[in-house]
């Protein structure tokens, strides 16, 4: 390999041993310090690893398009394997710039403003102290409940109500993984994740994809209509068909097809406080209503025939 670097830089007159070092120190130690900020690890990121970083990105497409601009005269293979070698670095300059989604992390940028935001009320005779501690975690709730009365803009006056008072928490530091099933930041309905419509169909020259809300209502209407065996790879997961199918209502398996639709949502960390409501019998089919919670200010209603 570093006898093809020294042909290349001698048929293009390119400097690319320059790149390789720069790149190589940028993931070895800048890399890692934007991870630990999306992270919530850290909370500044120095200028210079973000101007290297942005400095690198667009000598990669120039790296690119020396290649592109000689391939005449890099015939052998040695060049194409110096070539994927450079498109590697590049894809891994690029993932640097999507750490943000790839991490599920709530802060969109270096200045994080926001984070992803809660409701909370704050109940009576609770102090921000408390709420610092009890809900948020914070390390040092002796001084970081400071942060909740600046970002919610409280008085003095109002630290230590004796009535309910609401605020927005911002989940900020430690949320990476309250919901895996996305790829996106964490911040408002966007931990819902988004998905193509289940009745295949084409929007704008290319396949629908559904809104945060019509994902996450699809995702339930799918999984409450889940049957054993309907996915291959997990043959058990689903309501069994034997516990309704020749039964009648008196005589029906209800603790057991609870116990698994129960499992099924289980299965999605999005989803919280799963609950039927009724069974009932219409006609030859069981009707079960159930409630459900979201992580995210949604409390959804369905049913789903067995």
Request: glycine share 4%; net charge negative; hydrophobic share 40%.
């Amino acid at each position: 390999m570093i006898q093809s670097i020294v042909n290349f830089e001698q048929l293009t007159k390119y400097k690319l041993t320059t790149f390789i070092d720069d790149s190589a120190e940028f993931l070895k130690t800048g890399f890692p310090t934007i991870a630990e900020f999306f992270n919530g690890t850290i909370d500044v990121v120095d200028s210079k690893i973000l101007n290297e970083h942005k400095k690198l990105l667009k000598e990669a497409d120039v790296v690119i398009q020396v290649f592109k601009s000689n391939a005449q005269k890099l015939e052998t293979a040695e060049y194409w394997f110096l070539l994927e070698f450079v498109e590697d670095i590049r894809t891994k300059l690029q993932t640097c710039s999507k750490l943000s989604k790839i991490l599920r992390s709530s802060r969109v940028d270096f200045s994080f403003s926001t984070g992803f935001a809660h409701p909370y009320l704050l109940g009576d005779g609770q102090t921000l102290e408390n709420v610092s501690n009890d809900v948020l975690r914070d390390a040092d709730s002796e001084n970081d409940w400071t942060k909740i009365a600046m970002s919610n803009d409280l008085m003095e006056a109002d630290w230590n109500v004796n009535e309910g008072k609401q605020l927005t928490l911002y989940y900020e530091k430690f949320q990476r993984d309250i919901v895996t099933s996305f790829v996106d930041n964490l911040v408002g309905e966007k931990i819902y994740g988004k998905d193509i419509d289940r009745k295949i169909t084409f929007e704008y020259d290319d396949l629908k994809v559904l809104s945060y809300k019509d994902t996450v209502y699809q995702c339930v209407s799918i999984m409450s209509n889940l049957k054993q065996g309907d996915i291959p790879e997990y043959p058990s997961l689903g309501v069994n068909s034997s516990l309704y199918v020749g039964s009648n209502i008196a005589n029906l398996q209800y603790a057991a097809i609870i116990r698994e639709l129960t499992r099924v949502f289980s299965t999605d960390d999005l989803f919280i406080n799963f609950n039927v409501t009724e069974i009932k019998l219409v006609e030859d089919s069981y009707y079960v209503k159930f409630e459900v919670g979201t992580k995210y200010q949604l409390v959804i209603e369905q049913s789903a025939v067995l």
